[in-house]
């Protein structure tokens, strides 16, 4: 009997091993190279408790290239902002602006005295006092520049207070899904009406000198003296890696920060989201205005507290200054290049108030999941809880990912938000990895990362130059997130090289 051809052979115990594997395509060797990769992937004992699947099609026809578990619903992490950031981009467009008004109520009197109060009234900015994108947004230059427009109206002292108002949207600055245990540290900080300094603080560390011994709190940047902070960090060796955590959630003044932190000389920097990032826009210029020697009666206050005790007035408010934020692309730029939780959940919000009137998380996943259905992508099981993907209870396909990937081809915002994702070994959160390669500043995506997942979806141009759409998702490794970035980054590099 003549033999049977080994690379027949191989596919065939593919085939049969993977009885779920499904493809569209010619299986000629790139394809069969790829299964294999994924055979070796799906064996790995770092996947014993994993769930996980992969879906790839082609842009131009729609054929699936390789799917494998490509409809089981998983937690998305990250890649929910690519969800998110495309359909918002489509219905508020590219030019979208956030505007923050510098306004005040009452008169000024022939001494220069406002019988009145300063209010900040907040448009969702997420950049506001931030120096990410534009230097001179940061609040320390904003700050001086609010106080020298304030006295420009001839105000030399306030009879009143500085009102913080993030009446825009809701006062749910986390949505109601996310964990307590993310909620204190930056990326928790969720989205304020009034998102001042990208809601979040440093807290900077300093080792002891004794094995267990307290660590000491060195710095908070920038001070904020209202904030109390509940320090349970301890040294460990000088081998111990780094690991703090803050606790506390939204209008809680207290931070409990607890960890660990080598015995060293380095001091450790960490993140903390802002408990009330309106009061703190509002207090940081009342403490501006009375370091400039323009005294403040009635010191710092916000729109919700106000509201909260029964004492907010209607009141005829005149506009000092407004200030413009970036355009909407340059800010999804950052949103999907750095993964930033805050400007997603704030993109979201801006979206449901200018489409409904009312600035929530509710109505801003409801509008994003129209949207994709509008686009024709079968959507069963498909759970949006929030802009960003830090929520646990999101639930997206690997096929869904790809669908809406490749649905968004034909939208004429395509090119804009294609431009937004990151860049294999070239950019973003995927800058790293790709080096040398195919896909290097070929494939573009957006990665989510949790502990125990990873995801990724976006778009990759293979060796015969067709433009290929990818979901890939891993729930609950044990992999450690260099070595399941590795892993993955075989499969996505093979993607790119199939030859049909």
Known sequence: MPKKPAITLFFSILVFYFSSVFSQVPKDSSIIKLIAEINTFSKDPFLKNAKWGICVITADSNKTVIAINDTAEMVPASTMKAINTAATLNMIGKDYTFMTYLLYDGDIDKDSILHGNIYIKGGGDPTLGSPRIDTMNDMKYLMPLWVKQIRQQGIKKIEGAVIGDASIFDDTIAPPSWIYGDLGNYYGAGASGLTFHENSFRIIVKPGKRYKDTARITQIDP?????????????????????????????????????????????????????????????????????????????????????????????????????????????????????????????????????????????????????????????????????????????????????????????????????????????????????????????????????????????????????????????NHSATPTQMKSMLEKIMVLIAETEW
């Open 223 to 475: 001070p904020i003296p209202y904030i109390t902070i509940k320090n349970k960090v301890v040294n460990g060796t000088p081998y111990t890696a780094d690991d703090l955590w803050v606790f506390g959630g939204p209008y809680d003044n207290t931070r409990l920060v607890k960890g660990v932190v080598p015995r060293n000389n380095n001091e450790f920097p960490m993140r903390a989201s802002l408990p009330d990032p309106s009061y703190f826009c509002a207090y940081s210029l009342f403490k501006a205005l009375c370091d400039s020697g323009i005294m403040v009666t009635d010191s710092a206050t916000t729109y919700k507290t106000l509201k909260d005790k029964g004492k907010l007035k209607s009141r005829t408010l005149r506009v000092i200054s407004y200030l413009k934020s970036p355009p909407l692309d340059t800010i999804m730029y950052y949103t999907n290049q750095r993964s930033i939780n805050t400007y997603a959940e704030d993109i979201l919000k801006i979206l449901a108030y200018e489409k409904t009137g009312t600035g929530s998380t509710y109505n801003g996943t409801r509008l994003v999941t129209q949207f994709w259905k509008s686009k024709g992508v079968n959507l069963n099981g498909f759970v949006m809880k929030d802009g960003s993907g830090l929520s646990p209870e999101d639930r997206v396909s690997p096929r869904q990912l790809a669908e809406i990937m490749r649905a968004y081809i034909s939208d004429p915002m395509f090119p804009v938000f294609y431009q937004t994702l990151p860049i294999a070994g070239v950019s973003g959160t995927i800058s790293s990895i790709f080096k040398g390669t195919i896909a290097e500043n070929n494939l573009r995506a957006k990665s989510g990362y949790m502990m125990g997942l990873r995801t990724y979806t976006g778009y990759v141009y293979n060796s015969k130059n067709k433009m290929l759409t990818f979901g890939i998702m891993v729930n």
